[in-house]
């Protein structure tokens, strides 16, 4: 397909052409997440500068170079009437609540527009939780961002594993990998990983940023191809018939189990450090 099929493709997009209309769906979502720093942010501008005409770069979502992560708010950006992009907040250790977190910002239990704070308890993500307005009108495209400049710790993978499995219960669709810095690292090594790991597409894509805006051909193609996969899959989704009231209640038992399963197996680790502290040494 070449870039002005892609283009029309994306802003004709609508939900009601397949034979089963929208189901109930009014936006699709498309929810950027991964690590702090890896080009969430330059992704979205990117996402909307090859969609507008011309060669005069704007940053809608600000992006720079920090050391504690710069998104702290989830803000939405739309692409088209139908289309929305969202800038979720990034992840620095991946830690379980940090995952708990990012999973209920993708299944949309986090309100968009507020300050993401990552909370480690139970308790207090519960109750921020239960606070948030159900929304059921959302289809939601995962998108996962990871700069082929940082190799995939050995140790990690059986994590990232279960993490883009976790992120499919929570949306429906294999998170699509889109690895950043395409001319800094080894994006074909680091897709090899991603595939293995369960990933079904992964495109690497060079961001355009504030240092380097000129348009190129194959640059824009490959960051139009990321809009464009992500609405097939909800093609692909809404040719079966589908009950957005009930997926959001059944993804709102998967988060709460998973964070349910952590608070315990912190308790479970916090007695073992107790135990270890009293019990007398066995020789002693
Ligand atoms: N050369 C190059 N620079 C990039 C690319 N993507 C992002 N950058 C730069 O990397 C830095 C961080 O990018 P951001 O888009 O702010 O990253 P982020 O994931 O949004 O980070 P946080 O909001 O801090 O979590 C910025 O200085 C960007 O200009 C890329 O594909 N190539
Ligand atoms: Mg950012």
């Avoid at 805006?213 to 692909?236: C, E």
Wanted: net charge neutral.
């Amino acid at each position: 397909m070449d870039i002005i099929q892609f283009k029309e493709n994306i802003r004709n997009f609508s939900l009601d052409d397949g034979d089963l209309g929208s189901q109930g769906y009014t936006r699709v979502l498309l929810q950027v997440f991964g690590y702090t720093g890896h080009g969430s942010s330059s992704f979205i501008n990117s996402c909307m500068y090859v969609l507008e005409e011309g060669e005069n770069f704007k940053e809608h979502a600000e992006a720079r170079e920090t050391y504690y992560g710069l998104t702290m708010v989830r803000n939405a950006y739309p692409l088209t009437d139908v289309i929305t992009i969202v800038d979720n907040r990034g992840c620095s250790k991946m830690d379980d609540f940090e995952k708990a977190e990012v999973y209920a910002q993708l299944g949309n239990f986090t309100p968009i527009g507020k300050k993401v704070e990552w909370r480690d308890n139970y308790k207090t993500m519960m109750g921020a939780l239960e606070d948030t307005e159900p929304n059921f009108s959302d289809f939601i495209v995962p998108i996962f961002v990871y700069s082929a400049r940082q190799q995939i710790p050995a140790g990690e993978k059986q994590n990232m594993k279960t993490f883009m499995e976790n992120c499919r219960k929570m949306t429906g669709i294999v998170p699509i990998i889109v690895l950043t810095f395409k001319m800094k690292g080894d994006y074909l090594g680091i897709e090899k990983q991603f595939r293995l790991m369960g990933a079904e597409t992964v495109i690497a894509i060079e961001n355009y940023t504030m240092e380097s805006t000129i348009k190129i051909l194959g640059r824009t193609t490959d960051i139009l191809m990321v809009i464009d996969t992500a609405l097939r899959n909800v093609r692909f989704r809404l040719e079966q018939p589908r009950d957005p009231r009930r997926e959001r209640i059944e993804r709102k038992k998967v988060l709460f189990n998973y964070i349910h399963q952590i608070e315990l197996h912190r308790e479970n680790e916090k007695h073992k450090i107790e135990k270890r502290t009293y019990t007398p040494f066995p020789g002693g």
